[in-house]
């Protein structure tokens, strides 16, 4: 693969801030197809699919983040120089050819591309057909950027495969491939596993479960639930179980205030036997797999437990891995949750919804990866290289 300069990468980063911005109103009009076009029955899909001014301006300013980071290609990690004279160098490099399979958001044509691109990486996209015609005028802006700076437009591409068609590409690629991100829910990442040849980074499937602690401060727990919940139902950050502690003060009453005010806020109330035989009037789960389910919908179960010890062992077990918080004014109970939960990021009276790399410090993501290789949490610029051994001699050889 041809290293690009940081000058000539960041170039195409410079026309691609101005091409958007030049054609912005007709990037909104051909949203405004498949918007039309599409069923709202899914609105959490539907709000992904929405491209506005506003959304147009997160483009931009995803483009010039990245723009503003340095080169993460040709880092040195390690450099040393052997008893036996060798010197060998470890640096960052770029995977290849990086395969991003997503659904809906059009977004996503930008800020995974932007990324994968200052990381010197060719991009292959796989948008969803609800997003066909904003997905298409999106890569004729990148392709004038880089056309214009003297690069192939083969840089980054749009697959126009049907389903059966990508599932033949995963399993045979006419191309070399080197890494998979699918973007979605988990019937999507389910299906790019399946028929994967090549590594898969798994991202998107939240899942969330905060825990309320016999020590909680309640106004906290039910200003960070209410926020958890409803901020975005359609962002994989958002909050669907929480687990409250039959032992905190006033348990009875303080069950019946949250319900009160999630009820205000439009947020279904699904609980377990035991929360349920005090809020009588909510529906209770009938099939544990309610406990694996990402709602992306105004909706939350509400269940108890006895102790931190069950909490854990019950977010462990069902959560997806994504992102999972515990509200107490005790900070050892705190820290013995945090270490034990087993999930990509970790909160102490917080928010899930700061699980993002721009409110994470790490700027535009491509990401949320939930696997544990090659990199958990938001996947940055930095987060999309892997490495390569330089090793110098002098006629070595080993004996």
């Known amino acids: 693969m041809k290293l690009l300069s940081s000058d000539i990468k960041n170039n195409v980063l410079q026309s691609m801030i101005t091409i958007l911005d030049r054609e912005r109103q007709n990037i909104i009009a051909a949203n405004k197809k498949d918007l039309d076009a599409f ?3 899914d609105q959490a899909l539907y709000d992904r699919l929405v491209v506005n001014e506003a959304k147009v301006d997160g483009m931009i300013q995803a483009v010039k983040e990245v723009m503003a980071q340095d080169d993460p290609v040709g880092q040195t990690i390690s450099d040393m120089t052997l008893d036996s004279g060798l010197q060998i160098t470890n640096k ?43 997905n298409l005028i999106l ?21 126009h495969l049907k389903r059966e068609e990508t599932q033949e590409f995963l399993r045979n690629p006419s191309e070399p491939l080197d890494l998979i991100v699918p973007r979605g829910g988990e019937r ?14 798994v991202s998107g499937r939240g899942n969330n479960f905060l825990y309320v602690s016999e020590d909680a401060n309640w106004e ?9 919940k409803t901020d975005k139902i359609s962002g994989c950050n958002a909050l669907d179980k929480v687990l409250i502690n039959k032992n905190i003060p006033n348990y009875n009453a303080k069950l019946k205030e949250l319900q009160e005010i999630l009820h205000a806020v ?3 109330i699904v609980t377990d036997d035991k929360v349920g035989n005090i809020l009588s009037n909510e529906t209770t789960i009938d099939n544990e797999d309610t406990w ?3 709602f992306l919908a105004l909706k939350i179960v ?26 107490t004014e005790n900070k050892a109970t705190a820290a013995i949750f945090m270490e034990q939960i087993d999930s990509a990021a970790v909160y102490h009276n917080a928010s899930t919804r700061f699980t993002d790399g721009g409110q994470m410090g790490v700027g535009a993501e491509l990401a949320i990866s939930t696997d544990k290789l090659h990199h958990r949490g938001p996947l940055g610029l930095k987060q999309l290289v892997t490495n390569k051994y330089y090793v110098f001699g002098d006629g070595h050889v080993r004996v």
């Not at 950027?145 to 591409?157: C, M, P, Q, V």
């Open 92 to 134: 960052t490099a770029p995977f290849g050819t990086i395969l991003i399979i997503y659904e809906s958001r059009p977004d996503v044509t930008i800020e995974a591309a932007v990324l994968a691109f200052k990381a010197n990486n060719n991009i292959l996209l796989k948008g969803g057909k609800e997003a066909i015609n904003s």
């Open 139 to 159: 890569e004729q802006c990148w392709h004038e950027a880089l056309e214009s700076n003297g690069l192939s437009k083969d840089w980054i591409r749009l697959l």
């Open 292 to 294: 694996y389910e990402e």
């Open 39 to 41: 069923n709202r029955d």
């Open 266 to 268: 439009n947020v279904t």
């Open 220 to 228: 906290k727990a039910i200003k960070v639930i209410v926020n958890a």
């Open 302 to 327: 509400l269940a108890e437990v006895v102790s931190t010890d069950e909490a854990i062992t019950m977010i462990n077990k069902y959560s997806g891995g994504h992102s999972a918080a515990i509200i």
């Open 188 to 201: 999507l990442i389910k299906f790019v596993k399946d028929h994967a040849s090549c590594a898969v980074l």
